[in-house]
């Protein structure tokens, strides 16, 4: 009947009004998440030059990981969201009883469907690379301290080992 064909359209064009302001959102927090990911590496790129500042940056990556997580939290909620969305659309697409939807709708349907599976996609990798320069950059900073240690520690039993050295040098010759 007319009214309910005019109740889905309606219904269906509200839904992708709601998934048009999840995209826009999502593109906007994905752009600020990919940076938030450049800046990490930059900053600890910065640092390796410099030893003697390595507690600041340090800090600054822990509040930069905490931002991570938040972001992290809030695209993933915003997908969940999108996702449904497109879940709806789909389920008064396939409603018994609907007049036949043109080539069109099918498409901009279709169009949300490869928006969403771009957003997903994209955060994954960059959530991906974003874990491994913090994992491969933990392990340099513990491999790091492991030789100040071992410097700091061991500096009189460096210097007596050169003497020694120097000494058996001495009587080779």
């Known amino acids: ?97 609907v007049t036949s939807l043109n080539a069109a709708l099918m498409h901009t349907l279709q169009r949300h469907r490869d928006i969403l599976q771009d957003y997903t996609h994209e955060f994954h990798k960059t959530k991906s690379n974003f874990m491994a320069i913090r994992e491969r950059e933990d392990l340099l900073g513990s491999v790091r301290k492991d030789i100040e240690t071992y410097k700091s520690g061991s500096g009189v039993n460096n210097r007596r080992t050169e003497l020694f050295l120097k000494e058996h040098e001495h009587l080779r010759k």
């Not at 998934?19 to 600890?44: G, I, M, P, W």
């Not at 509040?63 to 915003?78: A, G, K």
């Open 1 to 97: 009947s007319f009214s309910h064909n005019l109740y889905f359209f309606c219904t269906l064009t509200d839904l992708r009004k709601q998934a048009r302001q999840l995209e826009n959102e999502l593109d906007l927090k994905l752009v600020s998440f990919s940076k938030l990911c450049t800046s990490y590496s930059s900053s600890r790129d910065g640092r390796r030059g410099d030893s003697s500042s390595d507690t600041t940056p340090l800090l600054c990556n822990s509040t930069q990981d905490r931002m991570f997580e938040t972001m992290s939290v809030e695209i993933e909620q915003l997908l969940a969201k999108l996702t449904g969305v497109n879940d709806k659309m789909a389920e008064y697409t396939s409603t018994p009883g």
